[in-house]
């Protein structure tokens, strides 16, 4: 069975343990930034352990329409040659549903001699940029989304002078490390600065700025102050071992939970430097979760950890978590009506809130459940997590996995998790 190309997949409850290997992909996080990095340097820079997905795919092909080579000798390698220049596509810059990517190469588009249009999908086109687009038009970089979503329409001068922006960041801290790598190619030195205090999940611009490092640049958080600076380095190509992707960790670590199991990854924990890392020390207190998890932090694992809480002792309430309505879907909605095809109100909206009921008793019980994925790959992953205890879920659009976790299906089934057709 070919999981990936199925409408729909039937998870049957192992009923006992789960052990064995189950290696997560590369890191999207990091993946994604490396390539772009690797893409401004001069010289050619090996990545290895990177992963191979939907979002990556859409990362390299457009780094090779703006004129960088990009090759891929291996399952999980990527050798990227650049000049430290980029050209003008020949066409719009196409990027799925892919939210690093169309963000990343909105900023890094300021660096072309000539027009950059950049576009998605449905859903791409239902996520907000206009704050990266604000910031960009504040360092002297003409660009618009008319709709605040893309399409995003970049024109370029070959590079920008530098100085100082500032850029809300609530929604998204994609819209900082966007700034922070296209800083180090300006001509002089660029400051940015949250405008206000909230930024969501701030640990993947510690993630940029150490990917930075690694390709020769100079970056440093300014004291005192919510506020970094980047010297007009340019960067140097480098090789880089990508680690394995902490969201990906999380559905093993929390299928150890709930089946009592033994999953090897086949990296410490400890090695994971990716912000949903912090999820274990959550999944570790399973099925004594804390009543209130902030989530803003954390945000890709709090899927992972709902459908958890599901099944603790006691109700959980997600709170930090608005931004996740303007992911891949709206997050917080869908794992609320997901969760309670199972059971009626087992999960619920309360304003940016969601609020899992909890139910032990659940485990054990058939409970039919078709659920929706919202063609959205993280939907699909972690309410998979729910088969492993109730009798009767059914995922459907499994093939959505494939944006950042193409082998998902394959890793559960190598745990001895039975899969069958869902129709």
Not at 251 to 268: C, H, K, N, S
Not at 316 to 323: D, L, S
Request: proline share 7%.
């Amino acid at each position: 069975m070919n999981v990936l190309t199925s409408p729909a997949v039937a998870i049957t409850p192992p009923k006992r343990p789960l052990v064995g290997r189950a290696v997560p992909p590369g890191s999207k996080s990091i993946t994604n930034r490396a390539l772009l990095l690797a893409g401004l340097a001069r010289g050619t820079s090996r990545l290895t352990g990177a992963l191979k997905s939907d979002d990556t795919r859409w990362m390299a092909e457009a780094l090779r329409a703006l004129g960088v080579a990009v090759d891929e000798p291996d399952a999980t390698s990527f050798v990227v040659t650049g000049t430290g220049r980029l050209a003008r596509p020949a066409a719009p810059l196409f990027l799925g549903n892919a939210g690093t990517a169309v963000r990343f190469l909105t900023a890094a588009a300021a660096l072309v001699e000539g027009e950059v249009v950049l576009d998605g999908d449905g859903h791409m086109r239902r996520r907000p940029i206009a704050p990266l687009v604000q910031a960009l038009s504040a360092l002297g970089i003409e660009a618009e989304a008319p709709t605040g979503c893309p399409p995003v329409t970049v024109r370029g001068r070959g590079g920008f002078d530098g100085g100082r922006v500032e850029v809300d960041a609530s929604l998204s801290s994609q819209y900082v490390s966007a700034l922070l790598m296209l800083g180090a190619c300006g001509r002089g030195p660029v400051e940015v600065a949250l405008r206000g205090a909230e930024i969501g999940a701030r640990g993947y611009v510690d993630l940029t700025l150490a990917a930075m490092e690694r390709f020769e640049a100079r970056a440093a958080a300014l004291p005192g102050a919510a506020a970094w600076r980047v010297e007009p380095t340019g960067y140097a190509a480098c090789d880089l071992v990508i680690e394995p992707d902490a969201s990906a960790a999380t559905y093993f670590w929390a299928a150890e939970a709930l089946t009592g199991g033994r999953i090897d990854l086949g990296v410490p924990a400890e090695a994971f430097t990716q912000p949903d890392a912090k999820a274990l020390t959550v999944i570790r207190a399973f099925p004594d979760m804390p009543a209130v998890i902030d989530g803003s932090q954390m945000q890709d694992a709090v899927p992972t950890l709902a459908v958890l809480a599901a099944f603790n002792r006691t109700p959980v309430r997600f709170t930090g978590i608005a931004n996740l309505r303007v992911k891949e879907c709206d997050r917080v909605a869908a794992v609320a009506a997901e969760l309670s095809r199972i059971r009626p109100g087992l999960a619920t909206e309360e304003g940016d809130d969601l609020v899992v009921a909890s139910d032990p008793a659940l485990a054990g019980q058939r409970l039919p459940a078709r659920i929706e994925t919202y063609d959205d790959h993280r939907i699909a992953m972690s309410l998979a997590l729910a088969g492993l205890m109730v009798d009767g879920v059914v995922i459907l659009d499994p093939g959505c996995v494939a944006k950042t976790f193409p082998g998902y299906w394959d890793a559960l089934a190598g745990l001895g998790v039975e899969l069958a057709p869902g129709d």
